[in-house]
């Protein structure tokens, strides 16, 4: 640990040259508050002349701070709401970033929950990625690379966010608008935490999906960045080698860049074995689906046939995963369909295994987010439809429609119809 803490700036961190765009930003900072002044004397003056220059110079250089502000944001290797960087901005401008805002509100979560180990493993299969970004500067060696592990979810979803920040103590959470819809990130980028305290957890609680081949990879490179091999051209391409091999591969910027890299060889994940049932309740926080379906009563025009599904869908190449969940569940069909050849689902269909194997299996071990709600009102509905076991048998008319419309307006707000996450 000491290693780390001596370390001034972290390993993997090159701290910003202050002569550089800082201080042109600093230049520019007063000048635009010289420049506002004399707006400001100006009007009281009634020169509307020299009023109107004065505004319109100070709108230009505040559109060029900010800029450069962004500029130097977008290449910086850290974030405001890493380590101590946040505390400082705060002490020297009295502004607390809203990354540090976004933080205090964790005490206003309520009670905080001690997360299953497991639990965050499940969910990390399902959600998170383990990440190299390889960026240019000009200074020393031409690349850097930053290593990060990060969640994104829908910023309704925010709270369990705050929970796995809180349970490995490290990383920041962010918010972010992208194409209309509202997300939160939790990111690690430190490399003393991701050492200290990501690695070994998924050490400890390995990832069952074939995103822990990411994982191996993405230990391989930062044992790489740790001795110091990345700063010279063949450690790096070895680095870019590994990247090749994560996630999507290499953008398409990167194979020009490097055409020559031969893909480093992925290993395969196999034989896996789920050791406790919470790695599968995280697993279906992020990937499962409770859907109510009402199907068209062939026999009887104009009327619907509720039915219930469970199910969990992955690329084809965890399907042998899918199987093990299959298994472990007791119930259930894997399907593929036509239309998404490259992906596979698990999926159940039968009430009697609904009620009696997936609803006691999740009333056992509870949900933790907004999939919680989905499966409270999957059950609503599967007591409905246990009052009416034999749906296709005579029955009141009136009864039936009742029904049908009690369930109409439970399915309106189950996932993608589901607003708000309740207070």
């Given at each position: 640990?000491?290693?780390?803490?001596?370390?001034?700036?972290?390993?993997?961190?090159?701290?910003?040259?202050?002569?550089?765009?800082?201080?042109?930003?600093?230049?520019?900072?007063?000048?635009?508050?010289?420049?506002?002044?004399?707006?400001?004397?100006?009007?009281?003056?009634?020169?509307?002349?020299?009023?109107?220059?004065?505004?319109?110079?100070?709108?230009?250089?505040?559109?060029?701070?900010?800029?450069?502000?962004g500029y130097e944001y977008f290449h910086s290797e850290f974030t405001i709401a890493d380590g101590v960087y946040g505390s400082t901005?705060?002490?020297?401008?009295?502004?607390?970033?809203?990354?540090?805002?976004?933080?205090?509100?964790?005490?206003?979560?309520?009670?905080?929950?001690?997360?299953?180990?497991?639990?965050?493993?499940?969910?990390?299969?399902?959600?998170?990625?383990?990440?190299?970004?390889?960026?240019?500067?000009?200074?020393?060696?031409?690349?850097?690379?930053?290593?990060?592990?990060?969640?994104?979810?829908?910023?309704?979803?925010?709270?369990?966010?705050?929970?796995?920040?809180?349970?490995?103590?490290?990383?920041?959470?962010?918010?972010?608008?992208?194409?209309?819809?509202?997300?939160?990130?939790?990111?690690?980028?430190?490399?003393?935490?991701?050492?200290?305290?990501?690695?070994?957890?998924?050490?400890?609680?390995?990832?069952?999906?074939?995103?822990?081949?990411?994982?191996?990879?993405?230990?391989?490179?930062?044992?790489?960045?740790?001795?110091?091999?990345?700063?010279?051209?063949?450690?790096?391409?070895?680095?870019?080698?590994?990247?090749?091999?994560?996630?999507?591969?290499?953008?398409?910027?990167?194979?020009?860049?490097?055409?020559?890299?031969?893909?480093?060889?992925?290993?395969?994940?196999?034989?896996?074995?789920?050791?406790?049932?919470?790695?599968?309740?995280?697993?279906?926080?992020g990937e499962g689906c409770f859907y109510v379906k009402l199907n068209n009563n062939l026999a009887k025009r104009g009327s619907k046939?509720?039915?219930?599904?469970?199910?969990?869908?992955?690329?084809?190449?965890?399907?042998?995963?899918?199987?093990?969940?299959?298994?472990?569940?007791?119930?259930?069909?894997?399907?593929?369909?036509?239309?998404?050849?490259?992906?596979?689902?698990?999926?159940?269909?039968?009430?009697?295994?609904?009620?009696?194997?997936?609803?006691?299996?999740?009333?056992?071990?509870?949900?933790?987010?907004?999939?919680?709600?989905?499966?409270?009102?999957?059950v609503k509905v599967a007591e409905l439809l246990k009052k009416e076991l034999n749906f296709d048998r005579p029955i009141a008319e009136?009864?039936?429609?009742?029904?049908?419309?009690?369930?109409?307006?439970?399915?309106?707000?189950?996932?993608?119809?589901?607003?708000?996450?309740?207070?």
């Amino acid at each position: 640990m000491g290693f780390f803490v001596k370390l001034r700036p972290p390993l993997g961190i090159h701290s910003l040259n202050p002569w550089e765009i800082p201080l042109l930003n600093s230049v520019i900072l007063l000048s635009s508050g010289a420049s506002i002044t004399w707006a400001h004397h100006s009007l009281v003056a009634k020169d509307r002349k020299s009023a109107l220059f004065s505004l319109y110079l100070t709108i230009f250089l505040a559109a060029i701070f900010t800029l450069l502000q962004g500029y130097e944001y977008f290449h910086s290797e850290f974030t405001i709401a890493d380590g101590v960087y946040g505390s400082t901005f705060y002490m020297a401008t009295g502004s607390l970033p809203a990354a540090a805002q976004l933080d205090h509100s964790s005490s206003k979560e309520g009670p905080i929950k001690t997360l299953n180990p497991y639990w965050i493993t499940g969910f990390a299969d399902a959600e998170s990625s383990f990440v190299l970004k390889i960026s240019q500067r000009d200074r020393n060696f031409p690349w850097y690379v930053i290593p990060t592990f990060s969640i994104e979810l829908h910023e309704r979803d925010i709270s369990l966010l705050f929970l796995i920040k809180n349970y490995f103590g490290v990383g920041s959470i962010l918010k972010r608008v992208r194409d209309g819809r509202s997300s939160a990130i939790y990111s690690v980028q430190s490399l003393n935490d991701l050492v200290t305290k990501i690695i070994p957890h998924f050490n400890n609680f390995p990832m069952l999906t074939q995103k822990q081949a990411d994982f191996l990879l993405f230990c391989k490179a930062i044992d790489l960045i740790l001795t110091k091999k990345h700063l010279n051209l063949d450690g790096f391409n070895l680095i870019i080698s590994i990247r090749s091999s994560m996630n999507k591969g290499l953008t398409s910027k990167l194979k020009l860049e490097f055409p020559n890299i031969i893909p480093l060889q992925r290993p395969l994940i196999s034989q896996q074995i789920i050791k406790d049932p919470y790695w599968l309740v995280g697993f279906v926080d992020g990937e499962g689906c409770f859907y109510v379906k009402l199907n068209n009563n062939l026999a009887k025009r104009g009327s619907k046939t509720p039915q219930l599904s469970f199910s969990i869908s992955q690329h084809l190449r965890d399907y042998p995963l899918l199987e093990i969940i299959k298994n472990y569940l007791d119930c259930g069909l894997l399907e593929k369909v036509s239309t998404r050849p490259s992906s596979a689902t698990y999926v159940t269909y039968k009430f009697e295994d609904i009620e009696k194997k997936i609803i006691k299996f999740f009333k056992n071990y509870p949900l933790l987010g907004l999939k919680l709600l989905d499966f409270k009102d999957f059950v609503k509905v599967a007591e409905l439809l246990k009052k009416e076991l034999n749906f296709d048998r005579p029955i009141a008319e009136g009864s039936r429609a009742d029904t049908i419309n009690k369930i109409k307006i439970i399915k309106s707000v189950m996932n993608k119809g589901r607003k708000l996450f309740p207070q």
